[in-house]
Nanobody
Framework: QVQLVESGGGLAQAGGALKLTCTTS???????????VFWSHQAPGKQRVLVAA???????HYEDSAKGRFTISRDNLAKTLTLQMNALKPEDTGLYYC????????????WGQGTQVTVAS
């Protein structure tokens, strides 16, 4: 059984920083290495949107509002991913989810339960 668990959320001031971590279990190293990994954000009352991703070639991609502020990274040996969030803004408030997606030979996608981030104005 595959499980993803996010941690590191909490309260921060505007302009501050938080580091989110996603730990995984039940997924093989080969599958994890071949997967794209993601962080997504859901603000209160809003749709869930992609914030950042790292593909199997270790190329990072960012949503426009995250560029220059957030950094996504992955550790294939530990099968974890992180999101370093700097220069936080009140609109960054909401739930943050990690996910993995493997598409070769059929789609496999897994999601965590989310961690709450609150940024004071």
């Amino acid at each position: 059984q595959v499980q993803l668990v996010e941690s590191g959320g909490g309260l921060a001031q505007a302009g501050g920083a938080l580091k989110l971590t996603c730990t995984t279990s039940g997924i093989s190293g080969i599958i994890f290495d071949l997967s794209t990994v993601f962080w997504s954000h859901q603000a209160p009352g809003k749709q869930r949107v992609l914030v950042a991703a790292v593909d199997s070639g270790h190329v990072a991609h960012y949503e426009d509002s995250a560029k220059g502020r957030f950094t996504i990274s992955r550790d294939n040996l530990a099968k974890t991913l992180t999101l370093q969030m700097n220069a936080l803004k009140p609109e960054d408030t909401g739930l943050y989810y990690c996910s993995t997606k493997y598409t070769a030979g059929g789609l496999k996608e897994y999601w965590g339960q989310g961690t709450q981030v609150t940024v004071a104005s």
